[in-house]
Structure formats: structure tokens, C-alpha cells
């Protein structure tokens, strides 16, 4: 199909701004962006969080979220002009021209129906087909994008299926009306990357029978890489550099893409486990669970001083678990953990304030581990009077000194709500409350993955750095390889509950491995724009073989 | 399923037990007031020897746990013994007035809840809207009116003023049941405007509590009418919080329009309670307190059982 200028271009963004609300008024969060798609065109949009990506992704649909505007430009979807059209215009071509995957398919799909009727409701409003019709569609859907047990799977409600299999299930629905567009946003993030490789997969597979053009949101320079035939490169809402994707990736020629592209290259030099020393934490033979169910099979492992040893293994593994045996939070039913040689007490009340003291955590969610009525100074001066009881001018000296420490100006941060601070910062303040307490040992739970690449490469720094500077030891929990990588001494990998390999890093990432170790290592993306096939054609042949690495998901 | 089935027997084994500690309470304080039957029975001039010996006759003397056990034997078998005051069965005396109260508060929820949902549900779909606005302060004012202030206003209007309702609602068990509808038109108007406030807004804020959330979103995405977003996606996720309302409001239609029957001269269960406790008419008013409590379980028993059937992940476990 051709238009009027005589080409096959299906989107066409010029000068498109727009406003988000704030109690100051409205402020301008993309400025001015031009975008073209063609037909069955695959385009990667990428940048970190605040590019204005998804809010760019959602104007391609004419629709701006609650408290958002399209305030300038023009969006021309197949000839029509979007932001200037009726609300009940745009409404008809949302689910049946174009349609939107979303980041959580957990989320997204509304927990009160099931999969099938939330899948025909698009084709049955639009008018595209009859309910029946649909539902056989759908099956036929399910089955080509590998969904396992594709005619029962559409009558389960939502919390009864997998989430790589659900976001699979989403792709599906999105291809319920074969749409023109589909806009997916972050599709893979909130995913283990052994599940994300099936859910990659079914999405390209999907695209391509179809031939449907697609819009690749994502901050993950080496997924976009699988799926775009060309690449945006979006910061502060504005375009950075725009290519096509192998073009981009060999010869990136702004400095921000090559920062991007830099991210995975930091390293640690891997320290060898000292000899004859007393691991200064360990576990041994835990096994521990909530009520009837284990989580942890006996579970042994030791951090040594000055050392990190990262766990890796997808959610639901027990790494997050292990590290609340280790603070006392789940007392196990078997197996004990030793400090320094001694046993320490089950559960956390037991233990002494100096027990306490020398064992920190830091998580995952920066966002909800700070109270957010509690000022910078409040949140790094509790444990400064809690475990070593300063109070006054002292206790607000050693705060100043921990921001400095932690790379942040005391003057300008003291006085902040974490409600005023980035994410990045946020962690940063995380990081200075864990060492206030002056810890030996800090077990730091996924503290990069909400983070964006460069923001996390910068705490991956400061954590090493201080690391150092203090002579602590870190248990580094984490799914994402690339951070083992970089930072890690040791490794240990866990697989439903149990510990199925450990090492030096160096011979963790060096072949043979055990099978799950092998599954994990090889799903990380690389940059290789054609790392995806290459991959799968490798793993086609190893089943022809009979040995089929899958992840516990699918 | 079986989960399900589990679940409802031990909501019903809980309200069962509640019910027990009810009567007891009821109980035990009935036996803490100065006084028994019989002496409310022979009046002040009766001396000890014959006040004595009615209690013998009627019991008395036994100790308190027996007579709490045989109280309880009989409410049990559905008697209620009998009123101090007329000595007729309170069974009986119950039974128009607990028909009158179950009518006239069945009258006002077939008006006050499906009023409440659509109002709330409209209210959530043009939120911040002048209608909105309206509905808000509407139902606001109305709530923070006490109730017989109310269904005075209405009389002074409706009754006296323009002669449309009667002012006092005697009814019968022969009143056919057109002349009832017309006869208690007021108060259950008045009990409609007590609580449809309380509905309505919980209505609205369990909707808009949910329009935040990404399958809301994935539902306008899809190009869905703002309509069936509301009814379709947020309704059935919002139906937990806005059943436990309604059941609380029922619960108080039965129990708490005390007030209003009385300034309707309703001849409920209202009016009786008010009535015996004016004439220390002990036995009624145990009986009384009893039915209350007995709603107020029930009632809430069924709101926790709809609230498990609205929720796919209980009624459909992994």
C-alpha cells in the first residue's frame, strides 16, 4: 500500500511535544521529536528513564496518559492526522490498527477475566469478528507463538499463568485485530532473562508472519539490537542519534550511544578467595521456607572478607530468601549461619546490637525502602544513633561526611525527601544508611535492576569503591549477568532453592557448566545484532540432540 | 472449589460463635440490672414471700447458667417465651412487627442500592464533573442530617403541606401490599437518603482506586468506550469493598430505623423495642437484640461469602 507522497510510510511524527502537569503548571517532557515508520518496519526507541520513550510510544497511538498533554506537532497514522481527531476517532483505531504491549503483562491483564474473553474483546468491539471467530483465532495464535497447551490456556484467568507465558499471551492479544502498528513497551524488562529469550522470540515471530510494523521500546541496548531494524536514541525527551541498527551499533557518533554502548565493560579484577581464612559469613545446610513450602534445599555458601560473591538465578530461586536467613528475617528450619566462625542466632531479635550492626542490607526497590516523609538526614541519622549513639552537631558532621562518601553535595541533599531525589540518588542514600552503621558485610538485593544501565554502572562503581575504602565484604544478589560480570569475585548459582554451581568468576564463565548455569550464561543479550538467531539455531540443534534448556517458567 | 466450600464453612462456623457471645452478652447484662421479672411482674407493693414464690413458679432460683442454657434451648427451637407486659407469645408479637421492618427495609435497599451504584458508578465516570460535584454535596447534605429531622421535613412537606403520603404509616397484615408500597413511601425514602451517601461515595472511590492500574490502561489502549472500561474492567475488581458497604447499610436498615419508625408511627420492630424498654419488658427486648445481632451476622456472612465469589483467585486457585 502507497500513500500520497508515493511511499509505504505508516507513521509520520513531526515536532511532537508534549506537557506533563505538575503543581508548578505544565511542563514540557518531550520536545519537539520526529518520527518515521514504514510499513512492517521493526523501530527501537531507547534511552533511560525520563527520555520520554514511553510517553512517545503511547503518542503513536494518539493517546497521552491521565495528567500528560499532546500539546504541539502533528501524528499522522495512515494519512490521519491523530492529535487534532476526535477522541471516539482515535478510539477506533486503538486495539484494531494499532495495538500496545505492555511492560508487566501481570498488570495488564485485568485479574477479573479470563485470558480469552480479555483476548476477543478487541475483535468483537471492533467489529472485526465474531466472538467464536475469535476464539479460534486465538488458539491458532496461541499455538504458533509456542504457548504451551494453546487450546486450554485462554480459559485460565490470569494469576493461574506464568508471566513470560502471559506476556507471550499479551503479544498474542495484541495481534488479535492484525493491527498495523504495535507499540511495545519494555516488553521484557520485569523478566528473568532465561524467560525473556522465549518471549523475544515469539514477539519477532509474531511481527514478521504478519508483517506488522512495530515500535521497540526498551533501555536494553542489546535486546533492541534482536528486535530493530533501526534504532532512536532518545535523552531528556529530545532525539540523540538515529541509524540503522548495525550502522548504529558499529559506528555509534554521538557520545551518549557509545556511553550506552560502553555500560557492559566495566570490571573488577577477580580477587582469589584467601587462604586459611574463617569466611567471615556463612550458611551452612540451610533449608528454610513460609509455612508448608521450602524455598531453600540446603543451602551452603561463604563470603569471605573484602570479597563479593554474587547468587544469580531467576525469581523464585531462594536468593532473596537466603539473604533473609542471613539477616534473621526467616529463621530456617534447618542449617545455621556463622559469623566470623560463631553461630548466630536464628532470628534477628536475638542478636546483639553489635550482631546487627556489622550486617547490612540494601534492596531492590530504592523507592519503597525510604520512607518518603523522612528527610536525608533523618533516614542516615537513625542507625548513626542507633548503633553507635551519636547525637548533635556529631551525628550531623558524620551524616555530611557519609554524603560525601557516597558522591552527593551534603549542602544540597541533607535536607531532601526522597520525594526530591532521582533514583539513582535515592540508591545512593540507601547505600550511606547500610554504611552508617559501619558493616563488615552489606548484602545488596537486586540494588541496580529498577535502575537505568548508566545510572547502575554508576553505583556498581561506588559500591566497589568503597568496598575498598572500608574492607567490606558484599553477597551481591542478582538475575542479571552482566553485573556478576562486572563485580563479582565469586559466583554462586542457585536453581529452585538449591545451589547448583559455584566458583572464582573466572571458571564460572568459562565452559563446562552445569546445564542451568549453561541455560542462564547463554541468555544473556549481547550486542551482536545477530546473536538472537544464532542462539536459537544453537538450541534448536541441542534439542535435535535431546537436551533442552528451558527456564522453570515455560 | 473445595477452597471456596472451606472458606464459607468457617465464616458460618465464626458467625455461629458470635452469635453465642452475643446472646451471652445480652445475657449477662440483663442479669447485672437491679430487678428480675418477678418483681417487675408484682410491682412495688409485693412482698418478699410472694415475690419469692413467683420466682419459684417462673424459675428464678435456679442459678444463672441453667437458665442461660434453657433461654438459649428455646430461642434455639424458636421460642421466645413470653411478653411481661400483654403475657402474649412474643413469637407471635414478633412476627407482624419483624415482617414490617424486613418490608420497609427491603423497600428502602430496592431504592437505595441500585440509586447508590448508578450514582456512584456515574459519579466515577465523569469524575470531577459538575454532576459529580452535585452528586457529592447531594448525598453529603442528606447524610449529615439526623434522621428524624429529616423525615420531619418530609412529613411538613409531603404530608402536611401538599397532602401526597400520610404522616403515620399504620399498616396491617391485611394492608394490601399497593397500599403499603404508597403508606411507607416516606420513611423508606428518609432511610434511603441515610445511607445512600455512605454507598454511593464508596462506590465511586473503589472505581476511581482503580482506574490507576495498568489494565485499566491496557483497556483504553484497546480502544474500549469509557463506559465498558467502568463496567466491565473496574466494576468486578471494585466489587469486594462496595459489598461490604452495602451490607453494612442493610444491617443498619433493620437495626437503625428505630428513629424513623417511631416518627412514622411503624408499627416494627423498632417501635416494640422502644416500647418494651419503656415498660421493662425483659424478655422482648432479648429477643429483639437477638434478631439485631442475628442480621447483622448474617448479612455480613454474605457479604464475606460474595466478596470470595467476586474474586477469580480464590474461587480459582493456581
Redesign the interface.
Known sequence: MTDANGDDLLLRIRGLKIEGRTEEGWNEIVHGVDLDLRRGEVLGLIGESGAGKSTIG?AA?G?A??GCRLSAGTIEFDGRELRSAPESA???????RI??V?Q?AA???????RLMDQYC??PV??GVMGRAEAERDAIDLFERIHLPDPEAIGF??P??VSGGQLQRAMTAMAMSCRPDLIVFDEPTTALDVTTQIEVLAAIRDAVEQFGTAAIYITHDLAVVAQMADRIMVLRHGLLVEEGDTRQLLSDPQMEYTRDLLEIRRFRVEERPRPADETPVLEMRGVTAGYGASTVLHDVSLQIHRKRTVAVVGESGSGKSTAARVITGLLPPTAGEVLYDGEPLPARFDRRSTDQLRKLQMIYQMPDTALNPKQRVEMVIGRPLQFYLGLSGSKLRERVRALLDMIELEPDTFIDRLPGELSGGQKQRICIARALAAEPEVILCDEVTSALDPLVAEGILKLLDRLQTEFSLSYMFITHDLATVRAIADEVVVMFQGKVVESGPKSEMFTPPHHDYTDLLLSSVPEMDPDWLDRLLAERAELAKQGRVLKAADN | MDAVLKMVAQRLALGLLTLFVVSLIIFASVEMLPGDVAEEILGQSATPETVAALRRDLGLDRPAHIRYFEWLGDMAQGDFGRSLANKREITELLGTRLWNTLFLAGYAAVIAVPLSLALGILAALYRNSLYDRLVNSATLTSISFPEFFVAYIMIAIFAVSWRWFPAIVNVTAETPLDERLYKAFLPAIVLTMVITAHMMRMTRAAIINLM????I?????????RR?IIL??AL??ALAPIINVIALNLAYLVVGVVVVEVVFVYPGLGQLIIDSVTKRDIPVVQACSLIFALTYILLNLLADILSIL?N??LL?P?
Open positions: 503511547l497511538m493517546f496518559r491521565d482515535r478510539r477506533k483505531l486503538r486495539g484494531n495495538s500496545y505492555a508487566s498488570a495488564a491483564f485485568n485479574p477479573a477475566h474483546e478487541g468491539v471492533h485460565r484467568y494469576h493461574q | 490507576a492500574s495498568p489494565y490502561e491496557m483497556a483504553r489502549l484497546k480502544g474500549l468506550t465498558r466491565h474492567h468486578p475488581n467476586s477469580p483467585r480459582h493456581r
